[in-house]
């Protein structure tokens, strides 16, 4: 069979060496591998993973700079800084799709400009990501049709709690005046239904997509009954440990052990193996606690199998405190806070990665591109 070849042309030339820097070399593990790969490291070495959850491919560069070994896309977060609306399941199914494709350009960015300024000789690791599929969005075909987009696009692992879709609200108990609301839950069986959707669309795809089994059912219950509690969590837990999902991730209210340990103790009896998940979120009191010496450690979590750690709105709550502390000045004295800004930026130890804004997004390696497609 005759091979084709390009079309040659004598005005046409490139220098191989100066485009071939322009993108580092992509990594040759597929996401879902890595992040299982992550996991079970950490497990066998009694340590843990941990990150917070990335909004976009700004925050993404920062983590991927930064070293995070896995990012998380916090449905939370989307719905917030995307469309300012609050956790209560109202966004779009396949916006969580679009997130991962632009934590995707945030990674790949930071990678390709460290490997440009580096001349070729170092390049970041890209860090797998995990993301919020919310309760499915449905039903299991629903639940199999977003799980495969979310595969399609590079999720290296999802999350899938047991509320009911057309009724779910933030995973912290939501207060109604002074009347505590309870988590509306879907049945047992509803939930594990889902996550078979999950393995199936993994098998659809090829793609062995790291899976995560949320409950609420500590503050949760079904229609017209009372909350579950820890041990209705801890048989979640273990119906969800016999279809062999990764991690098993229980949502907790307090930030004492107790509960994390009853938990822990009760799936661990049966499934001494099984890889728990805790999420380190803002509205619980960790800053009280700390005050009142009586702060967990991570590696406290880690010993009762809590191996992936996150922090929902960690990047949230960070970056909007400084943007309002920051606006409210420039706000007050113009070009004197710009220049503050620039003193601040200057005093730093390490320097700000955004300082020099220019070369944070890459223009340096555009530059280049820039002279090669010139040159005569």
Request: glycine share 8%; with cysteine.
């Amino acid at each position: 069979m005759a091979t084709a070849t390009p079309p040659v042309s004598s005005k046409i030339s490139y220098p191989t060496e100066a485009v071939s820097r322009l993108f580092a070399p992509p990594e040759s593990e597929v996401p879902a591998d890595k992040l299982r790969r992550l996991l079970h490291e950490a497990r066998d070495t009694g340590s843990f993973l941990h990150t917070a959850g990335a909004y976009d491919a700004f925050t993404s560069a920062i983590m991927t700079s930064l070293g995070f070994k896995t990012l998380y896309g916090s449905g939370w977060q989307l719905a917030a800084t995307k469309s300012m609306y609050p956790d209560i399941g109202i966004y779009q199914s396949h916006q969580m799709v679009e997130l991962v494709l632009e934590m995707r350009k945030g990674i790949e960015g930071a990678r390709n400009t460290h490997w440009y300024d580096t001349e070729g000789k170092d390049m970041l690791d890209a860090p797998p990501a995990f993301v919020d599929m919310e309760a499915g969005f449905g039903g299991p075909t629903q639940t199999f049709t977003l799980a495969t987009e979310l595969i399609r696009v590079g999720a290296g692992g999802v999350h899938l709690e047991n509320q009911d879709p057309s009724n779910r609200t933030c995973g912290h108990i939501v207060n109604v005046g002074k009347q505590k609301r309870n988590k509306v839950l879907v049945t047992r069986q509803q939930w594990l239904a889902k996550l078979k959707a999950i393995k199936a669309a993994g098998e659809a795809t090829g793609v062995n997509v790291v899976i995560i089994a949320r409950t609420d059912s500590i503050d949760g219950a079904l229609p017209d009954q009372e909350s579950g509690g820890v041990k209705m969590a801890i048989e979640d837990a273990l119906e969800a440990s016999e279809l062999g999902v990764d991690v098993i991730w229980p949502e907790f209210n307090n930030t004492e052990l107790d509960q994390p340990q009853e938990f822990s103790e009760g799936v661990r009896k049966y499934y001494p193996n099984q890889m728990l998940g805790f999420n380190l979120s803002p509205s619980l009191y960790f800053g009280k606690a700390k005050r009142a010496g009586t702060l967990i450690t991570n590696q406290q979590l880690a010993d009762l199998g809590f191996i992936l750690q996150f922090s929902t709105l960690f990047n949230f709550r960070t970056a909007g405190m400084a943007l309002e502390k920051g606006l409210r000045k420039f706000l007050d004295s113009g070009i004197e806070a710009l220049a503050d800004l620039q003193i601040e930026e200057d005093g730093q130890q390490a320097s700000p990665l955004t300082k020099m804004h220019q070369k944070f997004a890459g223009m340096n390696r555009w530059l280049v591109l820039e002279q090669v497609l010139s040159d005569k």
